[in-house]
C-alpha cells in the first residue's frame, strides 16, 4: 500500500509570493492533518481536513489555509509568505478524524522563503 | 493549557545498552499519548501509542513505553539500543480542549546510540 505522498519536495519561494502544498493520503484515509516543524518553533498542527470539511484548527494567521477534494487529497496554501514561513511542512493522513486514531506521516515538503 | 515536555534535547547510549527517552505532559482531560521518530530529511514514523488499558505499550522496532498517571509521564524504552535507533524522538499528547482535539508535541530528543 502506496504511503503518504507530498509534493512538491523542495521548494524556494520569495517573500510577498504565495505557494500551494499538495498531500495525497494514504488510499481509504479519509483524514488529512497539516504540521509545520522549524528548529525555533518545533511542530505545530495547522489544521485537519476530515470528508472536505476543516475540523480542527491551530494557532496560525489566516495566511494558511487549506482544503480537501473529494478524493481526499488536500493542498495547503500559504499567501503572503513570510521569511519565517522557512519550514518542513508535514502531512499525516488517518482513516478518520479519531483522537486515538494512529496518523501516518508524509515526507514533508521543504520550503525556503527568501 | 497542554503541554509535553521532554527534558533532555539528547541522550547518548552504548549499543547493546538499555535506552530511556523521557517524556511528561499537562492536560487537563484524559491523555492520548504518542512517540513518533523522524529520520534526517524524512517525515515522522508512528512508534507507538497508550489509548487505554495496560500502562505498558509495546511498538514497532522493540521500542515500548509506560505510561504513569501519577507521574504524568510516558517515557520510551528499548532493552537493547541499536546503532540504526540514531535518530530524533518527538512525544505527543492529544486530548480534547473546548470541544476540539487539540495535539502538541514535545521538543524531540536526539538518541545517539555509540557503537
Known amino acids: 500500500k502506496a504511503g503518504v505522498t507530498q509534493t512538491p519536495r523542495y521548494l524556494i519561494k520569495t517573500r510577498g509570493q504565495q505557494v500551494t502544498l499538495s498531500c495525497s493520503p494514504i488510499?481509504?484515509?479519509?483524514?488529512v492533518s497539516w504540521y509545520q516543524q522549524t528548529p525555533g518553533q518545533g511542530l505545530q498542527f495547522l489544521f485537519e481536513?476530515?470528508?472536505?470539511?476543516?475540523?480542527n484548527k491551530g494557532n496560525f494567521p489566516g495566511r494558511f489555509s487549506g482544503r480537501q477534494f473529494s478524493n481526499s487529497r488536500s493542498e495547503m496554501n500559504v499567501s503572503t509568505l513570510e521569511l519565517g514561513d522557512s519550514a518542513l511542512y508535514l502531512c499525516?493522513?488517518?482513516?478518520?478524524?479519531?483522537?486515538?486514531?494512529?496518523?501516518?506521516f508524509g515526507p514533508g515538503t521543504r520550503l525556503l522563503v527568501l | 493549557a497542554q503541554s509535553v515536555a521532554q527534558p533532555e534535547d539528547q541522550v547518548n547510549v552504548a549499543e547493546g545498552n538499555p535506552l530511556t527517552v523521557k517524556c511528561t505532559y499537562s492536560?487537563?482531560?484524559?491523555?492520548?499519548l504518542f512517540w513518533y521518530v523522524q529520520y534526517p530529511n524524512r517525515g515522522l514514523q508512528f512508534l507507538l501509542k497508550?489509548?487505554?488499558?495496560?500502562?505498558l505499550v509495546k511498538g514497532s522496532y522493540g521500542f515500548e513505553a509506560e505510561f504513569n498517571k501519577s507521574q504524568t509521564s510516558f517515557h520510551l524504552k528499548k532493552p537493547s539500543a541499536l546503532v540504526s535507533d540514531s535518530a530524533l524522538y518527538f512525544c505527543?499528547?492529544?486530548?480534547?480542549?473546548?470541544?476540539?482535539?487539540?495535539?502538541?508535541f514535545g521538543t524531540g530528543t536526539k538518541l545517539q546510540v555509540i557503537p
Open positions: 499525516a493522513s488517518s482513516l478518520v478524524t479519531d483522537i486515538a486514531e494512529t496518523q501516518y
Open positions: 488510499s481509504g484515509h479519509r483524514s
Open positions: 481536513y476530515f470528508s472536505e470539511t476543516q475540523r
Open positions: 492536560v487537563s482531560g484524559n491523555p492520548y
Open positions: 497508550y489509548i487505554t488499558g495496560d500502562n
Open positions: 505527543a499528547v492529544r486530548a480534547y480542549s473546548g470541544g476540539y482535539q487539540k495535539v502538541t
